[in-house]
Each structure stands twice: as C-alpha cells, then as structure tokens.
C-alpha cells in the first residue's frame, strides 16, 4: 500500500505541477500574443477543458482496463504534451498541447485515485485521499515558482522536465500490482448505480469549490500584474497559498474520517467566499496576496472532504470506482475552466467585483446543496446543537 500511495502522489505531483507552472506565466502569454482577458482565460482552462472532456472517458477506462494502464496512459500522454507546450510558438498550438496534457491528465487521475481508494480501508479513505490530494498541493506550491523559473529560463528546458519524470513513473507503476477490487463494470450497470445514488450531487459539491478555484488562478494574476507585482511575487503568493493548503488537506482528511465530511466542507467553502469576495473588492497587492493564501486554505477544508464525499456516494451504490474518479474529474475539470474562462470574459467586460460576486453566490449556493444533501453524522449533528 505505501509503494502505490507514494505513486500515486508523485502521478497527481506531477499533473498538478505543470497546471499550476502557467499562473505566473499568463501575464507574459498575454502580452506576446496580445489576448485579451477572454484569451488568456481560454488559455488557462484549456487544461481543465481536456480533464472535462476526458473525464468520464478516463473514468470509464479505468474501469475497463484497470487503474495501472490507465495511470501509464496518462503519463505518456503528459510526457508527450508537455514538451510541445513548452516549445509552442503560436497561441493555437498553446490552447491545443495545453488541453492534451489536461485530457492526459484526467487518465493519471482517475486510475491513481481509483487505485489508492480500492486498495484502501473504508475506515480511513477520506486520510488516504487527503494525502493524494495534499501531494497534489504541493505540485501546486512548487508549479508557481517553477513557472517564474521557466519565465526566466525559458519554457522549453522547463517543459521538457515532463518527458522524464513520466518515464520515470511509468516503469514504476510497472512493478506494482494493479488494484484486484477493481473489476470491470459494464456501462450500463454504472448508469444504474449513478441513477440510484447521489453521485450527482456530490460531483456538483465539488465542483463548487474547483469553480472558485478556476476563478481564482486567471483573476488574481491578472490583477496583481496590473498593480505592478512581478512573476516571482505571483509564484510567491501562490506558493504560500500551496503551502496552507498541503498542511490543511491529509489534517482535514483525518477529522472528517472522524467527524463526517459536511462540516470541515462547509467551513472551507465560508472561507473561500471571503476569499473570493476580498479579490473583487480590493486593489492593494498585499490585500490580494493574503486573498489568494485565504482561498488556498479554504480549498484545502473543501476538496478532501468533497471529494471522499465523491467516492462514499460510488461505495453506497455499488459504482465502479474507475467511474467515482472519472466523475470527480468531471467535476474539477468543469469547475475549473467555467470559473477560469467565464472569470476571464466577464472581467474584461465588467471589471472585478461582479464576477467575483458571482463565483461566491454560486459556491454557497453549492454549500447549501451540501448541507441539505449529506447525511451527517450523530457527532456533527451534536456540534450543531
């Protein structure tokens, strides 16, 4: 089990990694192409746009051939994308290798998720995915600063990086035995148990928070660029953010093992709004700065418990795990490029404050659907009282 955890969070490391490397770049590709805001933004959600596209499909592969297989698939096809990124000298080829490694993506996701929660007890699922997800973070925290290293070195020795690191984890994932609990589920069969569950809704609760956090990666760089801060300070306020919330997610993940998910989830989406809020109100950089570490720590009190609620829902209706981590791509990949490419247009067609109005009335509105959806538990029902 710590052989595939360790993979697992070197898979959701590297994937994450090279998502978050464009946040402090996307000034720089703004400027060389001269996008507008709506361009930049479609630039940033073209990588959750391949992970929406490649969701279910991923899911559904998983399921078919199992998560090993479908973990290598996504390596090679990272591995192949990334350098492409990286050496692209035109806005179309940008938009279309960045959508390819978000689709590959998807693949590294589903089958390392789908392996570690089949390989895992019940009784500490939301730890073990807290520590995917806190590995996961902290690709966030070092893609920030690797993006300002690329701005300065160049995109292509970068980018480059990914070819190997993939192979790497390829021959890895080789010796290590693909989940048995695993098996193949027909299609229809998965259509029946999704019917009957709340797979729906809890896929809806995490894209909440994704959404927000799609918002959040096109908006506040955008901004601080416009006050004056350099990429480094972007990486920086980005990093820290990271940092938060690594430690927030495998210690969140622990207590709503213990406690149930609806609380810690709730308390991370009032964070976020505040968040979110404070980036359309203010315009001073330490002001925003301390809005995007808010946000990170508010998304590490929410995609743990939501996305444990994810695979919970999959269990209680006898759906293929494969499928259950397909679903939570779908989730994310949506969530991200709606918030990322809707951020971008609305602001440069109203300014600030209404999008991020917006973002935080839909992620309440999500937080309600949580709270009148989960079943919680006797003690978050006694903490309520």
């Given at each position: 089990?710590?052989r595939?955890?360790?993979?697992?969070?070197?898979?959701?490391?590297l994937?994450?990694?090279?998502?978050?490397?464009?946040?402090?770049?996307?000034?720089?590709?703004?400027?060389?192409?001269?996008?507008?805001?709506?361009?930049?933004?479609?630039?940033?959600?073209a990588?959750?746009?391949?992970?929406?596209?490649?969701?279910?499909?991923?899911?559904?592969?998983?399921?078919?051939?199992?998560?090993?297989?479908?973990?290598?698939?996504?390596?090679?096809?990272?591995?192949?994308?990334?350098?492409?990124?990286?050496?692209?000298?035109?806005?179309v080829?940008l938009?279309?290798?960045?959508?390819?490694?978000?689709?590959?993506?998807?693949?590294?996701?589903?089958?390392?998720?789908?392996w570690?929660?089949?390989?895992?007890?019940?009784?500490?699922?939301?730890?073990?995915?807290?520590?995917?997800?806190?590995?996961?973070?902290?690709?966030e925290?070092?893609?920030?600063?690797?993006?300002?290293?690329?701005?300065?070195?160049?995109?292509?020795?970068?980018?480059?990086?990914?070819?190997?690191?993939?192979?790497?984890?390829?021959?890895?994932?080789?010796?290590?035995?693909?989940?048995?609990?695993?098996?193949?589920?027909?299609?229809?069969?998965?259509?029946?148990?999704?019917?009957?569950?709340?797979?729906?809704?809890?896929?809806?609760?995490?894209?909440?928070?994704?959404?927000?956090?799609?918002?959040?990666?096109?908006?506040?760089?955008?901004?601080?660029?416009?006050?004056?801060?350099?990429?480094?300070?972007?990486?920086?306020?980005?990093?820290?953010?990271?940092?938060?919330?690594?430690?927030?997610g495998?210690?969140?993940?622990?207590?709503s093992?213990?406690?149930?998910?609806?609380?810690?989830?709730?308390?991370?989406?009032?964070?976020?709004?505040?968040?979110?809020?404070?980036?359309?109100?203010?315009?001073?950089l330490?002001?925003?700065?301390?809005?995007?570490?808010?946000?990170?720590f508010?998304?590490?009190l929410?995609?743990t418990?939501?996305?444990?609620?994810?695979?919970?829902?999959?269990?209680?209706?006898?759906?293929?795990?494969?499928?259950?981590s397909?679903?939570?791509?779908?989730?994310?990949?949506?969530?991200?490029?709606?918030?990322?490419?809707?951020?971008?247009?609305?602001?440069?067609?109203?300014?600030?404050?209404?999008?991020?109005?917006l973002?935080?009335?839909?992620?309440?509105?999500?937080?309600?659907?949580?709270?009148?959806?989960?079943?919680?538990?006797?003690?978050?029902?006694?903490e309520?009282?």
């Open positions: 089990m710590r595939l955890l360790v993979l697992a969070c070197a898979v959701v490391f994937d994450v990694t090279f998502f978050a490397v464009l946040t402090p770049l996307l000034p720089d590709y703004k400027d060389d192409f001269s996008l507008s805001d709506g361009e930049a933004g479609v630039l940033a959600g990588f959750a746009a391949g992970t929406l596209v490649s969701a279910l499909p991923a899911g559904w592969l998983a399921a078919r051939v199992g998560p090993r297989r479908t973990v290598i698939a996504g390596l090679v096809g990272i591995g192949t994308f990334s350098p492409i990124f990286g050496f692209a000298d035109n806005i080829l938009d279309v290798s960045r959508f390819f490694q978000g689709a590959s993506g998807a693949l590294m996701w589903a089958g390392a998720v789908s570690v929660v089949s390989a895992s007890p019940k009784s500490r699922r939301g730890e073990m995915v807290g520590a995917v997800i806190a590995a996961a973070v902290i690709g925290l070092l893609g920030a600063p690797i993006g300002a290293l690329a701005h300065e070195i160049g995109t292509e020795i970068v980018f480059s990086t990914v070819f190997v690191a993939a192979a790497i984890l390829i021959a890895v994932a080789a010796t290590i035995k693909d989940a048995s609990e695993v098996a193949s589920q027909p299609v229809r069969e998965a259509v029946a148990a999704v019917k009957r569950s709340n797979v729906p809704r809890m896929v809806l609760v995490l894209a909440g928070p994704s959404l927000a956090f799609g918002f959040l990666v096109v908006v506040a760089p955008l901004r601080m660029d416009e006050l004056g801060a350099s990429p480094w300070l972007i990486a920086g306020a980005f990093a820290i953010g990271s940092a938060v919330e690594a430690v927030a495998p210690w969140i993940g622990r207590v093992d213990r406690i149930g998910r609806v609380g810690p989830y709730l308390i991370g989406v009032a964070v976020i709004a505040v968040a979110i809020t404070a980036i359309g109100i203010f315009n001073l330490p002001a925003l700065a301390a809005a995007v570490v808010l946000c990170a508010g998304a590490g929410a995609f418990p939501a996305s444990t609620l994810v695979t919970d829902a999959a269990t209680s209706s006898g759906l293929n795990q494969g499928y259950a397909g679903a939570a791509n779908l989730a994310w990949g949506g969530g991200q490029m709606v918030g990322a490419v809707g951020g971008g247009f609305l602001v440069g067609a109203t300014g600030y404050l209404l999008p991020s109005l973002t935080v009335g839909i992620i309440l509105a999500v937080g309600v659907v949580a709270r009148r959806t989960v079943q919680p538990l006797p003690s978050e029902l006694s309520v009282k």
